[in-house]
């Protein structure tokens, strides 16, 4: 695997055409601070290809540079597999090479996942630059297919190197970047509920979308951790036992209760259920190809 192959070069449309004008278009929506919502809403009169096509392409340039950030943590030795947490791995299938779906380390994953989207979107007959030449058949699966796994880079960066994030002050960038792709995602059913139930189950979801309720139970006023024999964490109504040592384990790990999202309750939460995802609950679903 070719490390430097992290950063690579920027698909772009033609100047002039219309998806360079779909793709200026919605960057200067978002430059002048509308509501992401708003932002990612098909215009009046767009096909809906071509709206698709520009997100897709622009998802793939920043969600591959966002991993480059954190790339240096991110090692086979760190990440032996491609996972989010305990609950989720992530095996890697693309019909040529991996004719089954096959475990690798999460570098190796996300390696292969750029150099397969690279390919597709560079593809002429899949994603024309030239609007005379009609978008195939198949190529709403074929973007549906591309978000869900760039989606799983989000899963497995926020719950594994969210702390890496914050070092670096790339965080509020992560979470801009993470609201944008999912309320696109969600506005055109583009990745299905299955796969988002990864990130929901955080609550990194609620917490950035918080107008996006995944539990029906009120927030509390406060959440409080006490330590000891028989201690316990509440979030969204539900109690979980933690022993002594998964208590000094959180300690140690010093967590900022007020970097990831200060003005809103989840924040705690957030921070605990990534914790204990990462380290603490041992059960393994399989999850995707």
């Not at 809403?41 to 997100?55: I, K, M, Q, S, T």
């Not at 992530?90 to 292969?112: C, M, N």
């Given at each position: ?9 920027k698909k772009?449309f033609?100047i002039?055409t ?6 200026k ?7 002048s601070?509308l ?8 215009p009046?009169?767009e096909?809906?290809?071509d709206?698709?096509?520009v ?5 793939f340039?920043?969600?591959?540079l966002?991993?480059?950030i954190?790339?240096d ?6 990440c032996p ?5 305990a609950r989720y791995e ?6 040529v ?8 380390s999460?570098p190796e994953y996300?390696?292969l ?5 690279e390919i597709?979107i ?7 630059s030239?609007?005379e030449i ?9 973007c549906?297919?591309?978000?869900t796994r ?12 969210f ?5 670096l ?5 992560a ?8 309320y696109?995602?969600?506005?055109h ?8 139930d990864a ?6 979801t609620?917490c950035?979308?918080?107008?996006r ?6 927030p509390?006023k406060s ?5 000891g024999a028989q201690?316990r964490f509440q979030?969204a109504?539900i109690w979980?036992k933690?022993?002594e040592?998964?208590?000094a ?11 990831y999202?200060p003005?809103y309750?989840?924040?705690l ?9 990462r380290?603490?609950f ?5 999850h995707?190809?």
């Amino acid at each position: 695997m070719n490390k430097d192959k992290t950063f690579r070069p920027k698909k772009k449309f033609p100047i002039g055409t219309l998806r360079y004008n779909l793709h200026k278009q919605a960057q200067a929506t978002l430059h002048s601070g509308l509501d992401l919502k708003a932002a990612v809403r098909l215009p009046p009169n767009e096909n809906f290809e071509d709206w698709l096509a520009v997100h897709t392409v622009d998802f793939f340039n920043r969600i591959n540079l966002l991993y480059g950030i954190i790339s240096d943590v991110c090692t086979a030795k760190s990440c032996p597999t491609m996972s989010g947490g305990a609950r989720y791995e992530y095996l890697w299938q693309d019909g040529v090479s991996y004719k089954k779906p096959t475990r690798l380390s999460a570098p190796e994953y996300i390696f292969l996942l750029m150099d397969w989207i690279e390919i597709r979107i560079n593809n002429e007959t899949i994603f024309p630059s030239n609007t005379e030449i009609p978008f195939p058949r198949d190529f709403r699966q074929t973007c549906k297919k591309i978000l869900t796994r760039l989606f799983r880079v989000f899963v497995h960066v926020y719950i594994h190197h969210f702390d890496r994030l914050s070092q670096l002050g790339a965080e509020p960038h992560a979470n801009t970047l993470y609201k944008h792709f999912y309320y696109f995602i969600t506005e055109h059913q583009m990745v299905s509920s299955r796969e988002l139930d990864a990130l929901a189950r955080y609550e990194v979801t609620n917490c950035l979308t918080p107008d996006r309720k995944v539990f029906d139970t009120p927030p509390p006023k406060s959440v409080k951790v006490v330590c000891g024999a028989q201690s316990r964490f509440q979030t969204a109504g539900i109690w979980f036992k933690l022993s002594e040592d998964a208590c000094a384990r959180i300690q140690n790990t010093g967590i900022n209760l007020g970097v990831y999202c200060p003005q809103y309750y989840y924040v705690l939460m957030l921070h605990l259920a990534i914790f204990l995802g990462r380290h603490l609950f041992s059960c393994s679903v399989p999850h995707g190809k």
